[in-house]
């Protein structure tokens, strides 16, 4: 199977940085692209950043000019650097790999476990 480990999250003053990170690990062949996404209290989830293994980045605007999503492809990590953190991003971020097992497989979604990001102001 496949595993996704996040770590990274914590709390952080208004105006602040942190840096998120999740790896995936298991029976791998491939992985189309990685993603955060992110679940604020009573709010759907909803998609922060996702990053293809070609390196082709998209961004919810709200956090466009202060996240950045990058990935090592060759350790299967994704990583989301968030600057100028503000109280509204306050949720738990989940990770979340497009991959396919062996070769020829079908695509899957694979969802890490999340980890709490809280913004004080």
């Known amino acids: 199977q496949v595993q996704l480990v996040e770590s990274g999250g914590g709390l952080v003053q208004d105006g602040g940085s942190l840096r998120l990170s999740c790896a995936a690990s298991?029976?791998?062949?491939?992985?189309?692209?990685m993603g955060w996404y992110r679940q604020a209290p009573g709010k759907q989830r909803e998609l922060v950043a996702v990053?293809?293994?070609?390196?082709?980045?998209n961004y919810e605007d709200t956090v466009k000019g202060r996240f950045t999503i990058s990935n090592d492809n060759a350790k299967n990590t994704v990583y989301l650097q968030m600057n100028s953190l503000k109280p509204e991003d306050t949720a738990v971020y989940y990770c979340?790999?497009?991959?396919?097992?062996?070769?020829?497989?079908?695509?899957?979604?694979?969802w890490g476990q999340g980890t709490q990001v809280t913004v004080s102001s």
């Open positions: 990053i293809t293994s070609g390196g082709s980045a």
């Open positions: 298991g029976r791998i062949f491939s992985i189309n692209d």
């Open positions: 979340k790999a497009r991959l396919k097992m062996w070769y020829g497989g079908t695509l899957r979604e694979y």
